[in-house]
């Protein structure tokens, strides 16, 4: 079997409003799909992360720079192929955007590998410790609006998110301290007794401000505070999770077991959040997991994009093992963004409905027991909402 074709997809539409994070608002969902073919018929599919001009910057990479070094390859050699392309780009980048487009072209290769011998993904990977996973629901983004509109909108959204069955739920910060400080006591109102509540800043604090926040979230009972401070700053991370009681997550601006490699030996981290879209792929992502794992640190996948992505990390979640193991072992979580997002809800010929799922089973996703990462995309659906090709 050979490579013949690699292609990437850029889809875009206009979202029904502009939502934003401590970074940007963005009024444009994107999603960046990779689809690798073969001489025998047999397709995969893979998702690279990056929104907006990113998506579009890292197709050229994909096709221009990653196809020419596997066409005409085994794809089941998806290991060596790695190497070769990780090798190739070395001195042009080992983070960031060619990363996030080997990752995409990587997926691919695992959901080929899958096809061909009529396994899921966690079947290759070694087996299923658990056959569902509980999802928890991220919404309360920022608006353009006042600190009180915001109060008075986190609320209701934190309590739907939790009536819609999610056993917990996530929101962004990036107002300023104080009005977040507020923010987070809004959402804990919404959430009450009923579930769990974490808070993401996108990386927007100095270490002071991450500590007058977190001294809050430590009242609040948060479960944990992600991306606090800037990812470089491991030093800042660690001084957080030494002097605070909630938990400090991040990593998922991190590229690489080389870099992940500096975060575990920092002990900065209480949870690991590992992006499989940007990272390297799943080849990557189950170094970065083993490193993980032999640091004691848990995992809790990062989960941005469309639903091959969610697909993905579904059978990536399946396949992690309990750390550190018992009869009520701590649990791993699927990250769903509620948020309105086409390429999640549209995008497969048999929708995932985790919406659904979630309501019907206690908070529950199933696992997709078909070849590969499980799905297929609809390709009219993908041709109605590619840009830039």
């Excluded at 047999?42 to 929104?51: D, L």
């Excluded at 080849?283 to 993905?312: D, K, M, Q």
């Amino acid at each position: 079997m050979k490579i013949t074709s690699v292609t990437s997809h850029v889809l875009a539409y206009d979202l029904p409003e502009e939502l934003g994070y401590s970074q940007q608002y963005y009024a444009r969902r994107t999603a960046h799909l990779v689809e690798v073919q073969t001489d025998e018929g047999i397709t995969g599919w893979g998702e690279c992360f990056g929104p907006g001009p990113i998506a579009i910057a890292n197709k050229g990479i994909v096709e221009g720079v990653i196809a020419p070094m596997i066409i005409g390859h085994d794809p089941m050699d998806r290991d060596v192929l790695w190497h070769k392309v990780y090798n190739l780009m070395r001195d042009h980048g080992q983070k960031g955007m060619p990363m996030q487009s080997l990752s995409g072209v990587d997926i691919a290769l695992w959901d080929i590998a899958g096809k061909v011998t009529g396994q899921p993904i966690h079947k290759l990977i070694g087996g299923a410790h658990r056959n569902k996973v509980q999802a928890y629901g991220y919404g309360m983004m920022l608006k353009r609006e006042s600190v009180e509109d915001h109060i008075a909108r986190f609320t209701d959204e934190a309590a739907a998110i939790i009536g819609a069955g999610f056993t917990a739920t996530k929101m962004k910060t990036g107002l300023g301290p104080k009005a977040d400080v507020k923010l987070c006591e809004a959402v804990a109102k919404g959430v009450g007794e009923n579930g769990r509540f974490m808070v993401d800043a996108n990386h927007c604090y100095t270490t002071s401000d991450a500590f007058y926040v977190g001294r809050a979230l430590e009242e609040l009972g948060a479960y944990w505070f992600e991306e606090p401070v800037a990812p470089e700053d491991l030093d800042g991370y660690r001084e957080l999770r030494a002097g605070l009681s909630v938990n400090i997550s991040g990593g998922e601006a991190e590229f690489g077991r080389w870099g992940w490699r500096n975060i575990l030996e920092n002990r900065g981290l209480d949870i690991a959040q590992p992006e499989v879209c940007a990272l390297g792929g799943i080849s990557e992502y189950l170094r970065v997991l083993a490193l993980c794992h032999a640091h004691f640190t848990p995992v809790i996948n990062h989960v941005w994009g469309s639903a091959i992505a969610v697909a993905t990390n579904l059978q990536l979640l399946a396949a992690m093992p309990p750390m550190p193991g018992g009869l009520h072992p701590w649990e791993p979580m699927l990250e769903f963004d509620t948020t309105h997002n086409l390429f999640r809800d549209e995008l497969l010929a048999n929708p995932l409905d985790i919406q659904g799922q979630v309501a019907r089973n206690g908070g529950f996703v199933s696992v997709p027991d078909g070849p590969g990462i499980g799905v297929e995309p609809d390709r009219d659906f993908i041709a109605r909402y590619t840009v830039g090709a």
